[in-house]
């Protein structure tokens, strides 16, 4: 309860909640003292895979026996998710205390919601001067209140595609503008590029950053992975290959990003070896990416049938998604909940041979697309129903043995579910 009233306080410092500018939360890093001047930081942008390519590292790091701490957004379950310090999230009475020493700091100025719990966790993560800070880049990154570090140890830019373009000029939406937006300011260091979902989007990423004095390395070029006959994960790179298990994780893509994670981490100069990556990837923990629900008030409702959420909200998040599913011999069920800024008839062009579609509301979230109007959206699906909650919607699916149910279409959906599974 402490903590959410400062959160409320801290939401009515600007009527925006997003507000792409720099100088605010430069002002407030000032008046903290610059804490992050004084971290060694890992920054992940792009627009899919940041949150799992930073998960593959923290567990790696760990079995490294190395320190870490990680700000990332937005949170699943509770907001202590994005403040995690020496390998632990803050508990509720850390983070309060932490909360209201920076809003005493800020005195009231003007700052976005996201913009003061940056400051919050470089504040913080400057009392740890030897842990190594992972960090998610919020929206693009150019304006990002990331993007105040004056250096950082690398650079990883995961799969980048269309979204948010609601942020950028209305005559200037386009792919080659995001990507000027995540790469045109990355620091002089090392850049780690991950795959990319087409050659122009590869392409176009060298060339924003060609002028980058960092280190390069690219996934095809400098480092790879394959799958074995035996669902062996075979990993590639100027150090030479290693023979790893298969991460505890679903979906190829997936391999995308913790190969990505690995490279980053063998070409920094960490005490990280093979036995620690053998280790880290079966361990990995990505909540609400692709996550199969082994128990809970939901599973319940589908018994022994698979019960998988995943937060893809893209046209690109979709893509993989069904990439995965068309690896399962079974009927797929899929519930969806989307926000209303998204490409709704895009996103669901991607799904393949589904046995039923049903949409949802976003319970709580003023910023969702209502259910009924992303059915219209999806009228082109034949078999597309709308429930008014997911109970609702799971009781209604005609599941048969095997069969797998997939609830999808935003990260706010999967927390709302997760919270009341």
Same mark, same amino acid.
């Given at each position: ?346 996103? =669901? ?57 997939? =609830? ?14």
């Amino acid at each position: 309860m402490k903590l959410q009233k400062i959160i409320n306080r801290f939401q009515k410092l600007h009527k925006r909640e997003i507000d792409l500018k720099l100088d605010r939360i430069k002002s407030l890093c000032q008046r903290l003292g610059n804490p992050q001047d004084k971290i060694k930081a890992i920054t992940v942008v792009g627009t899919n895979g940041k949150f799992s390519t930073i998960a593959g590292m923290f567990s790696i790091l760990k079995e490294s026996n190395i320190n870490c701490n990680v700000f990332s957004s937005p949170h699943i379950l509770k907001i202590n998710e994005r403040f995690i310090f020496n390998n632990e999230e803050l508990k509720d009475d850390e983070l309060a205390e932490l909360f209201e020493e920076v809003e005493k700091i800020n005195d009231n100025q003007t700052i976005t919601l996201f913009e003061i719990l940056a400051a919050c966790f470089f504040y913080k993560a400057a009392q740890y001067p030897d842990n190594i800070n992972l960090i998610e880049a919020g929206l693009f990154h150019r304006f990002d209140a990331s993007n105040v570090l004056k250096e950082n140890l690398a650079s990883v830019c995961c799969a980048i595609s269309r979204d948010h373009e609601d942020w950028l000029p209305e005559n200037d939406r386009t792919v080659e503008r995001i990507i000027f937006e995540k790469t045109s300011s990355l620091l002089n260091s090392n850049i780690i590029v991950a795959k990319q979902r087409d050659k122009k989007t590869m392409e176009c990423i060298k060339k924003t950053i060609s002028n980058n004095q960092s280190n390069k390395y690219y996934f095809g070029k400098d480092f790879s992975y394959s799958i074995g006959k035996n669902n062996s994960f075979y990993y590639k790179d100027k150090f030479g290959e290693l023979d790893l298990p298969m991460p505890n994780v679903l979906g190829e893509y997936q391999l995308e990003n913790i190969s990505t994670a690995i490279a980053t981490l063998r070409n920094l100069n960490l005490v990280v070896n093979d036995d620690h990556i053998k280790r880290g990837i079966t361990k990995i923990k990505n909540i609400a990416r692709l996550q199969e629900i082994s128990s809970g008030r939901l599973k319940n409702l589908v018994k022994n049938n698979k019960l998988i959420i995943d937060g893809s909200h893209n046209e690109h998040g979709a893509q993989v998604l069904n990439q995965y599913l068309q690896t399962l011999g079974c009927n797929k069920h899929i519930i969806c909940g989307m926000m209303c800024n998204k490409n709704h008839k895009k996103y =669901i062009s991607y799904f393949k041979d589904i046995s039923s579609m049903t949409v949802i509301d976003i319970p709580g979230n003023p910023n969702a697309i209502k259910g009924k109007d992303l059915k219209e959206k999806f009228k082109d699906i034949s078999n597309v129903t709308y429930k008014e909650n997911i109970e609702t919607a799971i009781k209604s699916l005609p599941i048969k043995k095997n069969d797998i149910v997939v =609830i999808t279409g935003s990260l706010y959906l999967a927390s709302e579910m997760l919270k009341l599974n």
